[in-house]
């Protein structure tokens, strides 16, 4: 099981990405009661047999991880969800790729920590590989929404390929600027 929210979530981009999805869209929307999550991938896709499968902790496909014979991801995500009294579903086209949504239970003692968020967004935005990642992090609280975007692509053409130390410096603090708009315009709001 995971020990974060975060941890789940980077776990779930992970997938779209090693499904050769060009682009993947996540949507992390934060509320005093809910995260509300959506990954959305132009990946493989997956029918709805393998769908299943997916879904199933006996099964694994042997291809992400060559000497593991279950996989536990997606199912300890549905047991998180379904004890917590939060929502997941998943949906699938061959050759046009996956969505996920996911509403955790921030209210449940169940709930796993939600984790670092920026963390999160910089160690996504900082894979390897020729995608495009837009990050859509929004905060609702009393009816007052605040919220930014991160795309991965224009972070590209201003810093440059994300592998070098001053890029990936630069990443870290533009998302932690971001972070702590955020946090400053919840705190005027109480």
């Known amino acids: 099981m995971h020990f974060s929210l975060s941890d789940c979530i980077l776990d779930l981009v992970q997938n779209s990405l090693e499904a050769d999805a060009d682009e993947v869209q996540l949507l992390l929307e934060e509320t005093d009661d809910s995260l509300i999550v959506r990954i959305e991938d132009d990946g493989c896709g997956m029918t709805e047999v393998e769908l299943k499968k997916a879904t199933d902790p006996f099964y694994s496909d042997g291809k992400k991880h060559v000497h593991r014979k279950v996989g ?10 379904s004890t917590t009294d939060g929502s997941f579903n998943i949906r699938s086209e061959k050759g046009k790729g996956t969505r996920v949504d996911i509403n955790f239970n921030l209210k449940s ?18 894979f390897h590989g020729s995608f495009n990642l837009i990050v859509n992090r929004s905060y609702t609280k009393d009816d007052r929404s605040e919220s930014y975007t991160v795309n991965r692509n224009e972070l590209q053409e201003i810093l440059g390929e994300l592998n ?21 315009s919840w705190s005027s709001t109480s």
Request: no cysteine; aromatic share 6%.
């Open 109 to 126: 003692i169940d709930t796993p920590p939600v984790g670092d968020l920026i963390s999160l967004i910089y160690q996504v935005m900082s």
């Open 72 to 81: 536990l991801g997606l199912p300890f995500l549905i047991q998180t969800v």
């Open 164 to 184: 070098s130390v001053s890029s990936l410096s630069l990443l870290k603090d533009f998302i932690t600027s971001q972070e702590e708009e955020l946090k400053t």
